[in-house]
Structure formats: structure tokens, C-alpha cells
């Protein structure tokens, strides 16, 4: 994806700037996907794999991006707070 793009986004429920996903962070979401555990914002069980992600500076927000467009739609949105033991790359998430 586009840096430029992703340097001008944000979540556009809390305001906050993104970054990708890194692929650590990917393979975690994946497997609560695997396993059936994650939801998105509005409640709908999550069932396909994420290629490519977007998430809140303060790692609490993920955004899929579909063939290089990010999908910003607050209720498309993956709450990282529902996946135990989820955390960011160490000093990736931290507030700007």
C-alpha cells in the first residue's frame, strides 16, 4: 500500500493515525480468525483471512484492506481488545 496514502488516513472513529499490520501482528488475527473468535465492531463473525491490514497507532483498531484499498468502515473495524493476549510490535503502537 501506498505510504502516502496510509500517512494521510485515519481511524475515522477515534481520529488516530495508522500503520500496517506487521506480519507477527497478521498471523495473530488470523488464527483468532481460524478459530473462530474474532468479531468485527458491529458484531459479525469474522471468517476471512486478513492479507493486509491497517491498525490504530494505538493498536486498538484493525482495518482490512482489500486489493490495496483500505476498507474504512467504522463498523468493518477489529477490535484488538477482544484477542487475549494480543499486543503490537513493541514501540509500533505507542500514542503519536
Do not use: H, W
Not at 14 to 33: Q, Y
Not at 35 to 41: H, K
Not at 57 to 69: F, N, P, S
Request: proline share 6%; charged share 25%.
Amino acid at each position: 500500500m501506498d505510504k502516502r496514502l496510509i500517512d494521510i488516513l485515519c481511524c475515522p472513529v477515534s481520529k488516530r493515525p495508522l500503520r500496517p499490520l506487521t506480519a507477527t501482528e497478521r498471523d495473530n488475527l488470523n488464527g483468532a480468525i481460524r478459530a473462530g473468535s474474532l468479531d468485527t465492531v458491529a458484531g459479525e463473525k469474522v471468517t476471512e483471512a486478513i492479507t493486509e491490514g491497517l491498525i490504530t497507532t494505538d493498536g486498538k483498531l484493525v482495518y482490512r484492506v482489500e486489493d490495496g484499498i483500505p476498507v474504512m468502515l467504522p463498523e468493518a473495524g477489529i477490535g484488538t481488545t477482544q484477542l487475549q493476549g494480543f499486543t503490537t510490535e513493541s514501540g509500533l503502537a505507542q500514542n503519536p
